[in-house]
């Protein structure tokens, strides 16, 4: 499994932002697609998250202004960033977990910079 993120980019504080991440599978299937960040000299953290059932989750943090969908047509997971503030700053990652009888196999894209000026 191969994903995509794409989307990125420079901000300013109260802008939006999409970011896309594609899979080179069908989504349909895959257990959970997430969106995950990490900052400068932080650890990386769960920011959202869309289960093959319609569960979301979400960060405390982002909360009402952040919403991830999935479009299984594309195999694309979107999440839409509105309200950014300049704390959003991060390399932003998806992720995609896939479970099996034997194991949960953890796949990740490459990350997408979103840097949000004050």
């Known amino acids: 499994v191969q994903l995509q993120a794409s989307g990125g980019g420079l901000v300013q504080a109260g802008g939006s932002l999409r970011l896309s991440c594609a899979a080179s599978?069908?989504?349909?299937?895959?257990?959970?697609m997430g969106w995950y960040r990490q900052a400068p000299g932080k650890q990386r953290e769960l920011v959202a998250a869309?289960?093959?059932?319609?569960?979301?989750n979400y960060a405390d943090s982002v909360k009402g202004r952040f919403a991830i969908s999935r479009d299984n047509a594309k195999n694309t997971v979107y999440l839409h960033m509105n309200s950014l503030k300049p704390e959003d700053t991060a390399v932003y990652y998806c992720?995609?977990?896939?479970?099996?009888?034997?194991?949960?196999?953890?796949?990740w894209g490459q990350g997408t910079l979103v840097t949000v000026s004050s």
């Open positions: 992720r995609a977990l896939i479970s099996t009888s034997a194991r949960m196999n953890v796949y």
């Open positions: 599978v069908s989504i349909f299937n895959i257990d959970v």
């Open positions: 869309s289960r093959s059932g319609g569960n979301t």
